[in-house]
């Protein structure tokens, strides 16, 4: 099933022409109402009227975080106090927080662009669906359970904490669909689990599951012990929160909702715009907002765009999965290192759960890297040359992977911190 057709399935064509009428009055918007996007379009010496199509979007400025937090609260609102009916913030950890004001119509884009998400997944007006991203100052919570009531399904609002509780109502309220971090579907897993239970027991049977990053083998490790499907769903609070892409049945990357979002790929060091199938930092302009737009947002997250039609009969390009933030890529002795890597080569092993921990130091001027990593119940055992044993393959195979040596420790099934919300899984104690 397809939410909005005429929309998402649109000829290129006209989905350039579309963008590019979208571009112009956005520039004209912002051009007139955020003083930071004046003043740097005429240092550019570009005026609204340059902008003639979608193409010349790399004549615009970027934005960057820091631009948000440097006009923290309100300076990049376009919009006047009175339209602003809900603000957000980004769960960034230092310095300000970044705050973003939407509008009415800014939030029914939202809950239009989450429906097309959830009905990308197969959830349908007879589903009852979880959200369990947290409540509260994240978009998470409110933009799912905003884009599950437009739908029509029935909302559970369930947010964070209380697991058993949470495990009760899945079973008793025979919830079928769920939306939350990867890291706290394990949770889940895991709680049922200790409770007793079974994946029988209980009927999920999709699950959206995004705000962070996630593998293949993830996926595959909680569609087992949840008995779902799960599905990959992307956002950013600066641009709007989730629903800004979500994967369709043939989970060959996941559709931009591209009338809304208009993405990029540059080089993060030279800010060239990169052909589709490179590698690069993806940048969104909001093509529709009226609280706060932003032009060539820069979201730090390393992916590739994808053009061309899909299975589905999407014809939106395409994101892959985000390798990482580039603020996460860890520069261990001069070789770059994602948290992704290590999880993907934990997860080919069945002796451990995937729970793990990266510490890294710097020992006499050299780094190091602690690779933390829970056993499976199944798999502690007082044996100790089968434990040497299962150690070594685990740092022989890491070292294979990532090209440096990581002093593997196997932990206590239990042990290491779980996260109901963006979990964190390095621990960075160098003084860089
Ligand atoms: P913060 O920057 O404070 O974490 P958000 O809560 O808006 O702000 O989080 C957005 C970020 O979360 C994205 O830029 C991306 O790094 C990450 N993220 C969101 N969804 C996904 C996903 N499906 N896969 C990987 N990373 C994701
Ligand atoms: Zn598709």
């Known amino acids: 099933m397809i939410w909005n057709p005429n929309k998402e399935c649109m000829s290129r064509d006209e989905m350039h022409a579309l963008q590019s009428r979208r571009l112009q009055k956005l520039v004209n918007y912002v051009y007139h109402n955020v003083p930071f996007y004046r003043n740097k379009m005429q240092e550019m010496d570009l005026s609204p009227e340059d902008i003639k ?49 939407y509008t009415r119509k800014d939030l029914a884009v939202w809950s239009e662009v989450m429906a097309r998400c959830l009905t990308a997944y197969g959830i349908t007006r007879n589903d009852t669906f979880s959200v369990s991203y947290g409540y509260g100052l994240f978009t998470g919570g409110l933009g799912a359970h905003y884009g ?51 994946k029988d027991d209980i009927s999920l049977r999709i699950g959206a599951f995004g705000a962070e990053p996630w593998t293949e083998n993830m996926r595959k490790e909680i569609e087992e012990r949840l008995g779902l499907k799960g599905y990959n769903l992307y956002g950013l609070s600066e641009i709007m929160g989730p629903g800004v892409s979500h994967e369709c049945e043939c989970q060959n990357g996941s559709h931009i909702c591209e009338d809304h979002f208009y993405p990029e790929i540059i080089n993060p060091e030279t800010l060239e715009q990169l052909p589709y199938g490179t590698q690069g930092e993806l940048v969104f302009t909001t093509l529709t907002k009226e609280g706060m737009p932003v032009l060539r947002y820069r979201t730090k997250d390393l992916c590739t765009l994808m053009e061309g039609t899909c299975a589905c009969g999407r014809t939106a390009v395409r994101m892959g999965r985000i390798m990482g933030r580039s ?53 502690f055992s007082a044996d100790v040359g089968g434990m040497l044993a299962l150690k070594k393959r685990l740092a022989d195979k890491l070292k294979s992977v990532l090209s440096i040596s990581a002093d593997v420790r196997l932990m ?13 899984r390095v621990i960075d104690n160098r003084k860089l």
């Open 327 to 379: 603020d996460d890529m860890l520069i261990i002795r001069g070789i770059n290192v994602f948290p992704s890597q290590v999880e993907s080569v934990i997860l080919e092993c069945n002796e451990f759960e995937p729970q793990y921990m990266l510490i890294v130091d710097r020992v006499n001027n050299l780094d190091t890297l602690q690779v933390q990593v829970e056993l499976r119940k199944d798999f």
């Open 412 to 424: 206590e099934p239990g042990s290491i911190e779980r996260s109901q919300g963006k979990s964190k």
């Open 148 to 198: 599950v009531e437009n739908l029509g399904a029935t909302v559970i609002p369930t947010s964070t904490g209380n697991t058993e509780k949470h495990i009760r109502l899945i079973r008793d309220l025979k919830i079928t669909g769920i939306a939350c971090t990867p890291s706290y579907a394990l949770y889940l897993a895991e709680t049922l689990d200790k409770m007793g239970l079974t």
């Open 53 to 101: 199509s979608i193409d010349d979007i790399v004549k615009l400025p970027f934005t960057t975080k820091q631009d948000l937090r440097d006009n923290y609260p309100y300076g990049l609102q376009a919009a006047p106090p009175s339209e602003i009916v809900r603000v957000h913030a980004s769960s960034g950890t230092t310095g300000n927080p970044t705050i973003v004001g």
